[in-house]
């Protein structure tokens, strides 16, 4: 069996009942399918446990692995006369039949129609980011549905004066900060997060510095996933990272950031010689560049080692007996330069550093 033959048989039972997700489910769970099988050929596993096991994976997924499409399959029934779902259902099917009527038609007053406390709100929480006419966002139950509802609307009519319709001055400028993001308007932006993100879209990096000369109303919790601590810095790391262009890296100050800018950038961009820009902590030794960057494309492209010469030679033989000890070949030590021997071996590099070998475990 192979994993076309077990992604066949996914879909097949997901037709059968029903299931949705089908697509995204079916390539998942063939490849669990086929390790399943490799496992049991490769006689890791024997037939029993092969048996036994795989029919709990294949119940476990039935049961769990997707849910019920009950409603999908009546949806021109449910947009024509929404009452269909008292008609046709009962308890918690009734109810989630009602949100699914709030969400296709992204009207928040059928999840009035719902019984149960947590899927009323859910209901509303899930239809409040949907809605694009302001009118259904005026029945939303809570402050922060109606700040949600108002946002989208705003920033899906490009129409900014509904955020005048938020519920509280904060609210207003987080609206005014997505109108800012989705416009690419540095001028909107009330948090420095939004800066970092207009910055990188535009591909604008001198925007960071406005940063320090604005007047912000929100101070920035989550800086797009880098320290808030240097916020003018983060904001070139970001920029660097969108742009994938590491020239970037150079107007940071803070080091800390600067070196995790240059090594994102040479994993993201597998460029080995950026690892050359990142700095030594003090106390550790050469082999941090490595452990930290060189290894990260030397792994893949060993050959790359040679590109570590621009930093040292030092670095350079370090990068090609690491490539050695990690991938368990020998061969690559030849390439490792030392004085008046032509064919190095990894015994002679170790013995060069005074170290002696550990066979690996």
Known sequence: MNLLFGSKIISLICIAFDFCFIKLAETFFSIIIYIYITLYRLSFMDSKIFRYSLALFLLFFLVNGCTPSKFAQYQEEIERDPSFCTKTFTGENRDWCYAFAANIKQDPQFCLSITSESIYKECLDEVASEITDPEKCKALKTDFQKDNCYINVAVYTKDISYCDQTTSQEAKYGCEGSFGRATLNESLCQDSSCIGFVAAY?????????????????????????????????????????????????????????????????????????????SIPEGQPNEYKFGNCYQYIALEQPMECLKVGDDSLELQNTCFYGVSYEKEDPSFCKYIVLPNDKDVTCDDYLDSLGVVAVPRR
Do not use: W
């Open 202 to 278: 535009k591909n604008t990096p001198a925007l960071c510095r406005t940063i320090g000369m604005r007047d912000l109303k929100v101070e920035a919790t989550d800086y797009n996933g880098y320290s808030v601590s240097n916020t003018i810095d983060s904001c070139f790391a970001f920029v660097a990272k969108v742009t994938k262009n590491a020239v970037v890296c150079s107007e940071i100050k803070d080091q800390f950031i600067a070196d995790t800018c240059y090594m994102d950038l040479a994993r993201q961009n597998k460029d080995i010689t950026l690892c050359k820009h990142v």
